[in-house]
């Protein structure tokens, strides 16, 4: 480090010193004319002194929290840019600005900032003389879309971190100019040219201009860093204390655990250690009865001196044969509590005698007076300890691993950390230790500040131990990022406050300066801390004069604090209060909601949270509009504010949902309350004229009933209110214990979608599809099935709504559509008759995947051709953003590819939306098919058919499943049917059975 600092000072020394020759080789020296030799080298030693300067001034930064820092160069390219000229201005600029690619490890910041030289040298002078306008004027016109394109698009910077950059930079550079003037103003040193005129004829206009300015600005960036420095160090006790208090629980609990399990170990020691250790059958049936006690044990046996196993459970292992005879004398923990006489908990290994797979193995001996007789173990089930971590870690921003003393894995939920993996926390980072135990932890590939802090954490170390040894380490991880993010968020609007006081400061300034022609030093005693008096409510001692002048300056001053009163309120009002609605936000809502749980808990008495959502609220924006949707919220609002009472607390948490905390109050009091809401809906909404229906679906906690912690009360009253919604909308519903378990079912079927790609776990299944006229096959539709290992089928509708709501729905189409083109094309190469195979699109699909790119690319990797591949979309997909939907489907036609509408008339789709939409087949919904006798099914089905063929389009008809319908639809002329009738969903070897058993000719070749 020293030697890097040396030889940065040496590179200073020899710029400053080719700057200084260069100043003598140009005659810069002489520029001074009339001045002797002394006084022009003097001078030229300022100029180097002010290049200095700007380097230091960049290079020792004020950095107020996760990288964001502030550098004050620019005041000294300033002065150089007024006093030397825009050459020398700019050669200070691009010297100084070098310095931040050290700082910050990319070169977009020195560009933005040299920008800012070459935008004031410009103008400076010509039609603008102020340079904290100008400041300002360049950040509004160019360095705000340079800042963005250098960091959000060139380094992918995220987009809070990136507006939090250019307001931190519009801010830094607008003080730096005001602090450039002030120096250039009332501090000129006598051999700077032209101090001595400044100094003797100083025009008011400037004077006037830098206080007022200056009373504005400099308070207002000194409140902004201590503000920063106090965020800082809230998020950093706020990190600490979430990562001990998470470690603590999961100490506690796995400490528990195993001691429970171990103390069990013992005791099967101690009875086989006594009279009974002889009988063989008593040992075999204790042994069982333990491992039906403890499931979490893969296996349990007891063997004796020599390692043989006298009683094992299961008896046989998964060959059949029998686990008793076994020797485990070579096994390591068999000689350890063999020689030490104690229990032993093992490292993780990989186990055998009925368990292939990696396990830690809990030994205790059998000891007869002093004498080693044997030993019980145990082989427990990682799998548990990793559901159970799983399960304590309700917080997204930390990850928890176990590791045994070698640090291999134990269990752990980070992503792609299986057990046995070595895994060391320290690898590829700087640690620094914050307390005993914990530390953060950085990457020491990054050098971007910001980026650095983005990719931090802090690490807590929990050490287990078992016989006074340590065997087990926890490591608990904590993400910086989304507190970082968090902080960043709130300071954009501390900044972009800061920023709006400076650019009215510079406004009124420069107004109110050219106005004013005489002294107003009281004037300025009463304005002194503005930002303070105002913030503290302190009454202000306006001046009264006789002079006009003065009276108008008083008077803007006076409005310009009522000003700031009214921006100060409306700034409280924006953080704290829906602009749509004026109803409380969720930050307000959450510390009323923290007070009323204080009182609740002091008082002991009852109080209730309701989570209130508007039922298909999205489909009146999607058909309305959403300045009709806002009307809608708006009238909403009030009529649930006169369904509560006025101790209670209503607001908006975003969208269409609302929340809403009574106090004092019960269950029976709030089933009146949920049904005076479900009431107060019966009536419609009046818009513009017109009747407009909707409803609200209910959840509410209790508490203390249902939970204690506020998020832990919101997030209950949210799942009483998805149930509410699962049972048919229009209702309210209580917490019930079964809702957490039903949303931990979700989580798990989350995890093991992801997880069902990497397994191979899904497979295809194809339905044939039959002419009715010749009788002969066309085609296959693809269905998705999943095998899971231990669940085994789960079925389409379970997973798939799950999928569609975490987008695991985009990778497992992808998979799906290039699985059915490679085997169709599998099936051509083998020498069977051509047809289309039709797979399924969901609205994500369309909306999320690039399918213009997805679509060619996978046939081009099948090289299965066009014509053979057939998508299949709902009606409600040509909903959603119907001209999209309509390019995409159109786009997909021109590569050859056929479109297939599926499940008609179930939806919403107009006889318009059919001209438009590229269909080539359009499938009747099987809820028509299967009553197609009755009378009402009958004549819409003959409708949809003729409809269908008038524009062009082959109909198929889905769920035939006797001859009847199939009579029916013959007669009809419907093209094509697809049912049980002609075959269930087949795996692909049974199709190819289907191929020789069947003469197979197709209509879409």
Not at 374 to 380: D, F, H, N
Not at 422 to 451: C, H, R, S
Not at 869 to 890: C, P, Q, R, V
Request: charge should be neutral; charged fraction near 20%.
């Amino acid at each position: 480090m020293m030697a890097g600092l040396h030889a940065e000072n040496t590179s200073f020394r020899l710029c400053f010193f080719c700057v200084y020759h260069h100043l003598y080789q140009s005659g810069v020296v002489m520029f001074i004319k009339g001045k002797n030799p002394s006084a022009s080298f003097t001078s030229v030693g300022y100029l180097i002194l002010l290049i200095a300067l700007a380097c230091i001034g960049n290079a020792v930064k004020v950095s107020l929290f996760f990288g964001v820092d502030l550098l004050f160069g620019s005041v000294f390219v300033l002065l150089i840019l007024r006093l030397y000229g825009f050459k020398w201005g700019l050669i200070a600029s691009i010297l100084a600005s070098s310095v931040t690619i050290f700082l910050w490890n990319h070169p977009y910041g020195m560009i933005a900032f040299i920008l800012e030289t070459v935008f004031i040298g410009a103008f400076y002078r010509g039609k603008i003389g102020n340079s904290i306008l100008l400041t300002a004027l360049y950040w509004m016109i160019l360095g705000t879309p340079l800042i963005w394109f250098g960091y959000h698009v060139r380094m992918d910077m995220n987009t809070t971190a990136t507006i939090l950059v250019i307001l931190k930079d519009a801010v830094n550079g607008i003080f730096n100019a005001w602090m450039a003037t002030l120096l250039y103003t009332y501090f000129p040193s006598p051999a700077w040219p032209g101090a001595q005129a400044r100094k003797s004829k100083r025009h008011f206009y400037d004077i006037l201009f830098m206080i007022f300015t200056g009373l504005i600005i400099f308070p207002l960036l000194v409140v902004t860093v201590i503000f920063g420095w106090q965020e800082y160090h809230k998020t950093d006790r706020e990190i600490r204390d979430t990562i001990e208090r998470q470690s603590e629980i999961i100490r506690n609990d796995i400490v528990g655990w195993r001691i429970t399990h171990l103390q069990a170990i013992e005791q099967l020691a101690v009875i086989a250690s006594g009279e009974q250790s002889n009988d063989r059958a008593l040992l075999q049936k204790l042994t069982a009865n333990l491992k039906r006690v403890f499931p979490d044990f893969r296996n349990i046996y007891i063997a004796d001196a020599a390692g043989t196993t006298i009683a094992f459970d299961p008896i046989q292992n998964e060959e059949g044969l029998s686990n008793l005879g076994l020797n485990y004398a070579d096994r390591s923990y068999f000689k350890q509590s063999k020689s030490s006489l104690r229990p032993v908990i093992t490292d993780v290994f990989w186990g055998r005698g009925g368990v292939s797979e990696p396990i830690v193995s809990i030994t205790a001996p059998i000891v007869d007076g002093g004498r080693f007789k044997g030993i019980v173990s145990g082989a427990l089930n990682l799998r548990y300890i990793k559901n159970r971590i799983e399960t304590l870690t309700q917080n997204d921003r930390m990850d928890i691993t176990i590791v045994d003393r070698n640090r291999q894995v134990i269990a752990s939920t980070r992503n792609g950390l299986h057990a046995m993996q070595p895994y060391d926390w320290k690898q590829g980072g700087d640690i620094y230790e914050l307390a005993d135990g914990l530390y953060q932890w950085f990457p020491d590939n990054v050098k971007n500040p910001m980026t650095l802090w983005g990719k931090s954490g802090y690490v807590k170390l929990i050490d287990l131990s078992a016989d006074g040894s340590r065997d087990w380490t926890i490591v608990v991880e904590s993400k910086v990022a989304p507190y970082r993010d968090a902080l960043y968020s709130s300071y954009i609007k501390i900044l972009s406050v800061l920023l709006l006081f400076g650019l009215i400061a510079i406004a009124a300034a420069i107004l109110l300066s050219r106005l004013i022609i005489r002294p107003i030093s009281g004037l300025a005693d009463a304005t002194t801390d503005l930002p303070g008096k105002i913030a503290d409510n302190k009454p202000f001692n306006w001046p009264e004069t006789l002079f006009h002048e003065i009276s108008v300056l008083t008077a803007n001053f006076k409005s310009m604090s009522e000003k700031l009163k009214t921006m100060f309120a409306e700034i409280r009002h924006l953080a704290y209060y829906d602009s749509l609605t004026g109803l409380p936000n969720r930050v307000l809502f959450n510390q009323e909601l923290e007070h009323v749980l204080e009182q609740s808990s002091r008082e002991n008495y009852r109080s209730a949270v309701l989570f209130i959502d508007l039922d298909r609220f999205k489909v009146v924006n999607d058909t309305l509009g959403h300045r009709q949707g806002d009307r809608l919220l708006q009238q909403v609002a009030l009529r649930l504010q006169s369904c509560i009472g006025p101790k209670d607390i209503l607001s908006r948490m975003g969208g269409d949902e609302f929340t809403a905390v009574i106090p004092q109050t019960n269950r029976e009091q709030m089933t009146l309350a949920a049904q005076k809401i479900l009431d107060a809906f019966i009536l419609p909404f009046d818009q513009d004229g017109h009747e407009m229906f909707i409803t609200p679906s209910i959840g509410i906690s209790l508490y203390p009933d249902d939970g204690r912690e506020q998020q832990e009360l919101i997030k209950r009253a949210d799942q009483a209110m998805y149930a509410a919604k699962e049972k048919g909308k229009n209702m309210y519903h209580f917490f019930t214990a079964e809702m957490s378990a039903s949303s931990s079912n979700k989580m798990v079927l989350d995890t093991m979608l992801h997880k069902a790609l990497e397994h191979d776990e899904f497979e295809l299944h194809y339905q044939p599809k039959m002419n009715l006229r010749t009788n002969s096959f066309t085609g296959l539709e693809t269905l998705i099935r999943w095998r899971h290992p231990q669940r085994g089928w789960i079925s389409p509708a379970e997973f798939i709504p799950v999928a569609e709501e975490t987008g695991m729905i985009n990778p497992i189409g992808e998979w799906v559509l290039r699985t059915a083109c490679a085997q169709n094309k599998a099936w051509q190469n083998a020498g069977y008759t051509p047809f289309a195979v039709s797979v399924n699109l969901s609205v994500r699909q369309l909306r999320e995947q690039n399918l213009l790119e997805l679509v060619p690319q996978i046939l081009k990797e099948t090289g299965l051709k066009p014509q053979y591949l057939e998508l299949e979309i709902t009606e409600n997909l040509s909903m959603h953003n119907m001209d999209y939907a309509l390019s995409i489907l159109h786009k997909l036609k021109k590569l050859g590819v056929k479109i297939a509408m599926d499940d008609f008339g179930t939806g919403y789709s107009s006889l318009s939306y059919l001209k438009k939409f590229p269909i080539d087949h359009l499938k009747i919904d099987q809820s028509f098919i299967r009553d197609i006798q009755s009378e009402d099914d009958l004549p819409i089905v003959n409708a949809i058919i003729s409809m269908a063929h008038s524009l062009g389009m082959i109909v198929i008809a889905e769920g035939v499943e006797t001859d009847v319908q199939a009579q029916l639809l013959h007669e009809m002329k419907c093209d094509e049917i697809q049912g049980y009738l002609v075959s269930r969903p087949l795996p692909a070897e049974h199709i190819e059975k289907l191929f020789t058993a069947k003469d197979w000719h197709t209509s879409s070749a």
